[in-house]
């Protein structure tokens, strides 16, 4: 019987596996996929490497946890494998991409802001460097109370926030203004840095995932059902059989993790019901020849702002990332649809999909359809943690509850809508799983 298993194989899950297992546990990781990385895997089709989620990770300075990771495997060895992406950032305005968006550059360039934004833009970021508090794995603490990420840009130009702040919390965050708190946002900003230091993982956004699962226990296609607490320690239900270990960690999307468990105590279920997610849905088009929106040279990512367009919220030029994403000479691309295009489309067959946005995408990379040769749909019905003001406030209750021998890892218990949010969520859950395992029987 393992000591520990950990139920999902994303980050937050192979991190707290890997942290178990350093510190003498046997562990073993059960994935309901076929395959490890979560919300970061990444697919090999048609000769290019293809990121169905995460795209990018910023330095050591804003993924701290992440970095340790990758230099426990070496994986920073090698100056080529997590190499920088250029021109990381762009955003949409008046038929062509403005770039050098959220990097010093752009306050001299104007990254599609006019010059009083600009201004407004250099103030909201002294604001943030000068307050204090602003914790990104404790976003309660931010000296922001119960104010809205709309309340938050309220006071300074209304191009900012429809041309910089809108674009960034709908395409990268999925959230909307009015409802997401300020706190966790302003909190990811100002970790995350600038868009200059972006970097991707030259052979895929899940290298970091498969390189903690090759050194696990881990079953894939072996989705849980159930998970309860016995007199020796817990059971996990599978229609693939039922497994029983001393501890195990719920490392999944919180609406999954609350079905998962739905006899744990009042204290451990109202802020993961507090902790909605937003769907996200992306398109990726294998190209016969490298293009790009109007505007981009060498540049990755474009923003286009929901004032530009109702459903394409950022386009990625995935062979800018890094120069194997596809094979010389041919292109590849991805839409990830606005949140009201995602709503209309997730449930929709993928060439109604395809069709749809490929179409819509026309306006910024003319001639796309007539280039396109191979289209994956990627779709996430829990894409990225909402966080709200009321999710922010029963984030501290919930942090100090007691250790169980059920415990949770995941984006969502950090409210931090990215894979650092997992990887430190990890080394929580970890910790108080030793110290469940430490107790005497
Ligand atoms: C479109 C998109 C773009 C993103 N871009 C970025 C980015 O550029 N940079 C960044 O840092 N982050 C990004 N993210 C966020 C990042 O991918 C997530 O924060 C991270 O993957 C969360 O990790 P996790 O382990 O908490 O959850 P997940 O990655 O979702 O892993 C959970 C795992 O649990 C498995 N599972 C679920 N239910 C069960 C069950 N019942 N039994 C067994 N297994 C189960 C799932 O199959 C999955 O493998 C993006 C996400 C999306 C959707």
Not at 163 to 174: D, H, R, S
Not at 218 to 241: A, C, K, N, Q
């Amino acid at each position: 019987m393992p000591d520990v298993v950990v139920v999902g194989a994303g980050p937050a899950g192979l991190a707290t596996a890997h942290t178990l297992a350093r510190a003498g546990c046997v562990v073993r990781v059960l994935e309901a996929t076929d395959a490890v990385g979560g919300r970061m895997r990444t697919l090999r089709a048609d000769g290019c490497l293809i990121d169905t989620g995460a795209e990018m990770l910023p330095s050591a300075a804003g993924y701290p946890a992440t970095w340790r990771l990758i230099s426990a495997f070496g994986l920073d060895a090698d100056p080529d494998a997590v190499p920088r992406v250029r021109g990381a950032l762009a955003v949409w305005r008046g038929g062509r991409a403005r770039p050098h968006a959220g990097r010093p550059l752009g306050l001299l360039t104007g990254a599609g802001l006019p010059p009083g934004a600009r201004l407004d833009l250099l103030r909201f970021q002294t604001r943030l460097n000068r307050m204090r508090d602003l914790d990104p794995d404790h976003p309660e603490r931010a000296p922001l109370g119960m104010a809205t990420v709309a309340d938050l840009v309220r006071r300074y130009h209304p191009d900012l926030r429809d041309y910089l702040v809108q674009p960034i919390a709908a395409g990268f965050f999925g959230w909307d203004l009015d409802h997401a708190a300020a706190g966790p946002f302003a909190a990811h900003l100002k970790a995350s840095g600038s868009t200059g230091g972006w970097r991707t993982y030259r052979d895929g956004m899940d290298t970091l995932t498969r390189a903690l699962a090759a050194r696990l226990d881990v079953v894939t296609g072996y989705p849980v059902t159930r998970v309860s607490t016995t007199p020796g320690g817990v059971r996990l239900d599978s229609p693939r059989g039922a497994v029983t270990a001393r501890a195990a960690v719920l490392a999944v999307p919180a609406p999954l993790a609350a079905a998962l468990r739905p006899d744990a105590p009042p204290y451990e279920r109202a802020f993961p019901a507090a902790c909605g997610y937003a769907p996200m849905l992306r398109l990726t088009l294998g190209l016969d020849r490298p293009m790009a929106p109007t505007g981009v040279r060498r540049g990755f990512a474009t923003l286009v702002p929901a004032a530009e367009d109702p459903l394409i919220n950022v386009i990625t030029v995935d062979h800018h990332k890094h120069a194997g994403r596809a094979p010389a000479g041919r292109g590849l691309v991805s839409l990830i649809a606005s949140p009201g295009g995602t709503t209309e489309l997730l449930g929709a067959p993928d060439p109604e999909v395809t069709e749809r946005l490929t179409a819509r995408a026309e306006r910024f990379m003319p001639g796309v359809t007539a280039h396109t040769l191979s289209a994956h749909v990627h779709r996430f019905r829990h894409g990225l943690p909402e966080a709200t003001p009321r999710a922010v406030a029963l984030r501290a209750a919930f942090e100090a509850r007691p250790v169980s021998a059920i415990e949770y890892a995941g984006d969502w218990t950090t409210l931090r809508p990215c894979s650092e949010g997992a990887i430190t969520s990890a080394e929580r859950a970890a910790a108080r799983v030793l110290a469940h395992l430490a107790r005497p029987r």
